[in-house]
């Protein structure tokens, strides 16, 4: 099976992230001031995620973890929406779960 591209990915790690905070893109925008024709273009990878817009993401993503849910996840990360990786602690953590 072949992979995904990697913009592909990133923009599903944004939508799902938004889907877990349980938001619309226009309840997105009203909270964030990004509209809902730019998040849309984003999670559907017409436009290419950056590394300064995976840290815009991941600081309004880590803010609506908090206010919303009331925690945070290393979902947020700067390293997962950009990279897709875990911390290596989590990464362990499963090995040893899988065994």
Do not use: C
Not at 80 to 92: C, Q, T
């Amino acid at each position: 099976m072949a992979k995904k591209p990697v913009s592909i990915e990133r923009g599903d790690r944004i939508r799902n992230l938004r889907h877990k905070v349980k938001l619309t893109r226009l309840q997105f925008e009203e909270l964030t001031g990004m509209s809902a024709s730019t998040l849309k273009s984003f999670e559907s990878a017409e436009r290419d995620l950056t590394p300064s817009k995976a840290r815009l993401f991941s600081n309004l993503f880590s803010s609506l973890f908090i206010q919303i849910l009331g925690n945070d996840t290393y979902e947020t990360s700067f390293d997962f929406i950009f990279n897709g990786k875990k911390p290596e602690a989590l990464e362990l953590e499963n090995l040893r779960l899988h065994r």
